[in-house]
């Protein structure tokens, strides 16, 4: 099965070369070094006549941005080539930095992530989402004293000696659901999206509680229909900021008027393949090509 936008790279993580400070440091100058910039949600990327490509800068190229930046984020190793996330988020303008110019332009990650090759918007994607994480637990969750980067920034450690606890990347998990009866399907939509969309169902899954039965539970509660014959589908990283999308198919055995919580809601309905293949002429779109709802509708109409 293929691999969902923002997954599949090739990045080896290496995760037992994260408490090594001192090849840290020194891999950070290396000549085969790369930095990942992220400035507030947005990374760098370049863009080459028809393509557009992560900017994966040179530590000889573009060693001036680190004082810019926080600590460099260790992310892992590519082609035996160390890269690092570097939080630009202090600097109010790019702009400040006209030497960013000729490195590429800042991009909303979600604007690009269709356009690039499977490995940069899964580098781009970690990337965003280890600078985020960062930038909201810089205090101690337990005692509320500051927390401070350790293990090449896969952990925070909390400065009271008294309490010392450690803190890792935190991952939401959220379910992600087509719901099917035949040829119906339900798909929803929410007041803040773009006029016109539609997509699948999602909720985050709660404490206690296995991901069936939180599928179980989302669908019931937003349209008032009890689902069957669940199955597992693929999941998605989605760092907007910081879920896990597991996505499912499940089945319902007869398309029944839908009751819908409007709290979570604006509307929800069922749409036939044939609606859904003349979606555009009713001026209703699919969500994004780069969402794992997006493929699980294409993958519904391919199979049917």
């Keep these: ?61 573009s060693a001036w941005l680190t004082e810019q930046g926080s600590a460099p984020l260790f992310l892992g190793m590519d082609q035996g080539a160390a890269h690092f996330a570097l939080d630009l988020h202090r600097l109010a303008d790019p702009a400040e930095l006209p030497e960013l110019d000729t490195l590429g332009e800042f991009a909303e990650l979600r604007e690009v992530g269709p356009l690039l090759p499977q490995s940069d918007g899964a580098l781009l994607a970690y990337a965003r989402g280890m600078v985020h994480w960062h930038r909201t637990h810089g205090f101690c969750g337990r005692c509320g004293a500051p927390t401070v980067s350790t293990h090449g920034g896969h952990t925070r450690r909390c400065t009271n000696a008294d309490c010392d606890a450690e803190h890792y990347p935190r991952t939401d998990p959220a379910v992600i659901v087509l719901v099917s009866a035949g040829d119906h399907c339900i798909l929803g939509r929410q007041a803040r999206w773009r006029p016109g969309m539609f997509s699948t169902l999602a909720g985050f899954v709660e404490p206690g509680e296995s991901l069936e039965e939180a599928v179980a539970r989302e669908v019931m509660e937003e349209v008032g229909v009890p689902v069957s014959r669940l199955r597992y589908h693929s999941s998605q990283p989605w760092p907007f900021p910081s879920s896990l999308m597991l996505g499912y198919t499940a089945e319902t055995d007869a398309v029944i008027p839908l009751r819908i919580d409007t709290t979570e809601l604006e509307t929800a309905e069922w749409f036939t393949r044939a609606d859904l293949r003349r979606l555009a002429e009713s001026g209703r779109s699919l969500p994004n090509p780069d969402s794992i709802a997006r493929r699980l509708v294409e993958d519904w109409l391919a199979n049917g």
């Design 1 to 61: 099965m293929k691999a969902n936008i923002y997954s599949g790279g090739s990045l080896d993580r290496a995760g037992e070369l994260r408490g090594d400070a001192g090849w840290l440091a020194e891999r950070l100058k290396h000549p085969t070094t790369r930095l990942i910039p992220i400035w507030r949600t947005q990374n760098l990327i370049c863009r080459e006549q028809t393509t557009v490509r992560a900017a994966r800068l040179s530590y000889a190229d």
